[in-house]
């Protein structure tokens, strides 16, 4: 059984403008000791699913269907109390800005400590023993020093060893890292990523790592959702989704990776917005952006799509290259003719 299981989630929040959908229909499964990617644009919905496993949604937000079990127990409906006692203890998250996840009135130790007071049966003087031990842990200097200092004493590459330090300090069986190296220059990022695969390895924790970096994903990740307009447009192996991708978004994701041999030349970004989510079209989200969209794309969105056993996407172009190989054959209804861009 796998660790955490996400069946058909629908997360929407209710504003005077409408219903927004901010995540529409995901399911997905998260083995122990495993590191899972969710990568996308802003507004993809990566957060969001990670707020709804926490259940820490702003007060329009809902979750208005599917299933998220954590070591089998349900936690949609399950109630705040029981929540409380899953929150940091099975399930830890690491926010994007460590200045705004701490709060500028406590210390470093208070803050530390308060999460071990809370969610075990450690006493002051263990929990402060715990606090030292964990700021060493993630190569905090002097760490007795750090547990009187307040937040903004400290740089953002040590207030993010913090953070991380408090989301390990019960050792949860998950940890979400949303976006966790946003705000960091290349070199701390870099030092950053090597702390969590360390003690990820260490610990044997399974790791939720949001981003929108496909390099972080290809550094970390064991296995790649791939989120667009609330919905996994593709899914697979880090090596599958790399160099194999089988989704025109995933594709143009990848086109807009600099590399060595890009240098001098200008990328080539991902034209166009991202979709109202209050106004969801009938077909694929993402056909209005799409160089390859064909007239299917408009008016049916793909179904789920098994490349092979390790990856599966939602793209009408699978289907199409399908018919062309042979793989699959085509049935135009009555009075309709086949049409290669139909």
Same mark, same amino acid.
């Given at each position: ?9 629908h997360?929407?929040?209710?504003t005077d ?9 995901i399911?997905?499964?998260l083995? @122990?000791g +495993?590191v899972l ?5 802003s507004?993809?919905?990566k957060s969001v699913?990670a !707020?709804s ?13 599917g299933s998220?079990?954590?070591?089998g127990?349900e ?5 705040e109390? =029981?929540?409380?006692?899953i ?11 460590? $200045?705004?996840s701490?709060?500028?009135?406590? #210390?470093?130790g ?5 999460s071990?007071?809370l969610? =075990?049966?450690?006493?002051?003087k263990?929990? %402060? ?10 190569n ?7 547990m009187?200092? !307040?937040?903004?004493? &400290?740089? *953002?590459? $040590? ?5 991380i330090a ?15 190296t =946003? ?5 701390i ?11 990820? +390895? ?6 939720? $790592?949001i981003?929108?970096? &496909?390099? /972080? /994903?290809?550094?970390?990740?064991d296995?790649v959702?791939?989120? %667009?307009?609330?919905s996994?447009c593709?899914?697979g ?6 160099y194999?991708? @089988?989704?025109?978004y995933? +594709?143009?994701? $990848?086109r807009?990776?600099?590399?060595a041999n #890009?240098?001098?030349q ?6 166009g #917005?991202?979709?109202?989510?209050l ?5 694929c989200?993402?056909?209005? @952006?799409?160089?390859?969209?064909? +007239? ?7 179904? @789920?799509?098994?490349?092979n056993?390790d990856?599966a996407a939602?793209?009408?172009m699978?289907?199409?290259?399908g018919?062309?190989? *042979?793989?699959?054959?085509?049935a135009?209804?009555?009075g309709?003719?086949?049409s290669?861009?139909?």
């Amino acid at each position: 059984m796998a660790l955490l299981e996400i069946n058909d989630l629908h997360t929407s929040f209710f504003t005077d403008a409408g219903e927004v959908k901010a995540v529409n229909g995901i399911s997905f499964n998260l083995e @122990r000791g +495993k590191v899972l990617g969710i990568v996308g644009e802003s507004g993809s919905g990566k957060s969001v699913t990670a !707020y709804s496993i926490m259940q820490i949604l702003a007060s329009t937000g809902k979750i208005v269907g599917g299933s998220i079990k954590l070591d089998g127990e349900e936690l949609v409906n399950s109630g705040e109390k =029981t929540m409380r006692k899953i929150r940091g203890n099975k399930v830890s998250i690491i926010f994007q800005d460590p $200045m705004t996840s701490l709060n500028p009135t406590h #210390t470093i130790g208070h803050q530390i400590m308060e999460s071990i007071l809370l969610h =075990t049966d450690r006493n002051k003087k263990e929990a %402060y023993a715990r606090a030292v031990e964990m700021l060493r842990l993630v190569n905090i200097n002097e760490p007795e020093k750090r547990m009187k200092q !307040y937040p903004h004493e &400290l740089s *953002g590459g $040590m207030r993010q060893r913090v953070v991380i330090a408090m989301a390990l300090a019960c050792e949860p069986d998950i940890l979400i890292a949303d976006e966790p190296t =946003t705000a960091l220059d290349v070199t701390i990022q870099a030092q950053i990523l090597d702390l969590m695969t360390s003690l990820q +390895k260490e610990l044997g924790m399974a790791i939720i $790592m949001i981003t929108h970096d &496909l390099g /972080v /994903v290809a550094q970390m990740c064991d296995e790649v959702i791939v989120m %667009y307009a609330g919905s996994i447009c593709e899914q697979g192996t880090a090596d599958e989704i790399f160099y194999n991708p @089988r989704h025109e978004y995933t +594709k143009g994701l $990848m086109r807009s990776i600099p590399t060595a041999n #890009t240098f001098g030349q200008r990328l080539q970004p991902i034209t166009g #917005t991202p979709i109202d989510l209050l106004n969801m079209p009938a077909g694929c989200p993402f056909a209005p @952006r799409c160089d390859a969209a064909m +007239k299917v794309c408009i008016k049916c969105k793909a179904e @789920r799509m098994q490349i092979n056993d390790d990856h599966a996407a939602a793209c009408w172009m699978n289907v199409k290259s399908g018919v062309e190989s *042979g793989e699959i054959e085509f049935a135009p209804a009555d009075g309709e003719e086949k049409s290669e861009n139909e």
